[in-house]
Structure formats: structure tokens, C-alpha cells
């Protein structure tokens, strides 16, 4: 059970970045999966989130209409998460996360967690 988390990095106000993350075994194609953040002296906040089908998805007040999750099960399950017009306020390590259940939705959070991906927004 792996989760592997890339794309992060630094980027001016209003522009994008696009994240990826790789689960490793043929199980994470049947569970929800997401994404959630932590910034500096604050508690970890959810994001994102998208069921097995890519068909069904939720996101956080703050992200929505800016960020787009979306996912491929194909071989290995890859979930990503577009996001544009980027704030200062999106500054964080963001993480990857899936649910041990296809039933745990709305996925509130995970079970198997990856190493987080900094994100960096200048203003």
C-alpha cells in the first residue's frame, strides 16, 4: 500500500499547479480517495474528494470553483487535483489520502495517507 504525491512547488498568485498522486495496488480503484492540507501552525483541513467512479465528487468552500479533482483507475490509480487561480491562503503541504471502504463517503478522511507535497503561493 503506497501513496505517492507530486507537482507541488511555488507559484505567483492567480496561477496553477496540477498535483498527482499514485496508489500503488489494484484495491485504491474501488475506494474514495482525496486530498487535504496543512499550513504552517494550523490543523490538517480536507480539500477534495472523489468517489471510485470519478463520477461523484466534493470539495471545501474555499477550494470550490477553483480547484477540479479527477482520477484514472487504470493499472494504478492516479487522482489529481488541477488547481487554478491560486491564493496565498492555499499555501500548505497538501497529502493524498484514500479510504479502506468503498462506503466511507463523504470521505471526511483517510486511511492510508502519502508524504505531503509542499505548495507554495506568493503573493
Known amino acids: 500500500v503506497q501513496l505517492q504525491a507530486s507537482g507541488g512547488g511555488l507559484v505567483q498568485a492567480g496561477g496553477s499547479l496540477r498535483l498527482s498522486c499514485v496508489a500503488s495496488g489494484s484495491t485504491f480503484s474501488r475506494y474514495p480517495m482525496g486530498w487535504f492540507r496543512q499550513a504552517p501552525g494550523k490543523e490538517r483541513e480536507f480539500v477534495a474528494a472523489?468517489?471510485?467512479?470519478?463520477?461523484?465528487?466534493?470539495y471545501a468552500d474555499s477550494v470550490k470553483g477553483r480547484f477540479t479533482i479527477s482520477r484514472d483507475n487504470a493499472k494504478n490509480t492516479t487522482v489529481y487535483l488541477q488547481m487554478n487561480s491560486l491564493e496565498p491562503e492555499d499555501t500548505a503541504v497538501y497529502y493524498c489520502?484514500?479510504?479502506?471502504?468503498?462506503?466511507?463517503?463523504?470521505?471526511?478522511?483517510?486511511?492510508?495517507w502519502g508524504p505531503g507535497t509542499q505548495v507554495t503561493v506568493s503573493s
Open positions: 472523489i468517489r471510485r467512479d470519478g463520477g461523484t465528487t466534493y
Open positions: 489520502a484514500a479510504a479502506d471502504s468503498p462506503y466511507k463517503w463523504p470521505m471526511r478522511s483517510g486511511d492510508y
